[in-house]
Nanobody, 128 residues
């Protein structure tokens, strides 16, 4: 089993920044791609970003391109989501998940079913 624990959420004003972390433990974590998804009550879960096991390939939703950056430190078994210029529409629960692959050529939201392991989520609230 692979365990994922998110941290770093919080409340910020529009234009602010946050860094989310996803710490993995259990199985051979380096062989998993990692993704970030977010969900707001009443709305469909949205794929935000993913990163390949080596860190060489990444995928971003159009809504976050240019503002969010995903990275990973395999020595620490941790993936990060750096979020800048946050907007109210970024509000939601952010979940970290693990899958076999991350491709830059797909719509991440449509690939959520490929993610086998999920964390409990961390709340991000962007409000003035």
């Amino acid at each position: 089993q692979l365990q994922l624990v998110e941290s770093g959420g919080g409340a910020v004003q529009p234009g602010g920044s946050l860094r989310l972390s996803c710490a993995a433990s259990g199985r051979t974590v380096d062989y998993y791609a990692k993704g970030w998804f977010r969900q707001v009550p009443g709305k469909e879960r949205e794929g935000v970003s993913c990163i390949s096991p080596s860190g060489g390939e990444a995928n971003y939703a159009d809504s976050v391109k240019g503002r969010f950056t995903i990275s990973r430190d395999n020595a620490k078994n941790t993936v990060y989501l750096h979020m800048n210029n946050l907007k109210p529409e970024d509000t939601g629960i952010y979940y970290c998940a693990a899958a076999a692959l991350c491709s830059s050529k797909v719509v991440l939201t449509e690939r959520a079913h490929e993610y086998d392991y999920w964390g409990q989520g961390t709340q991000v609230t962007v409000s003035s």
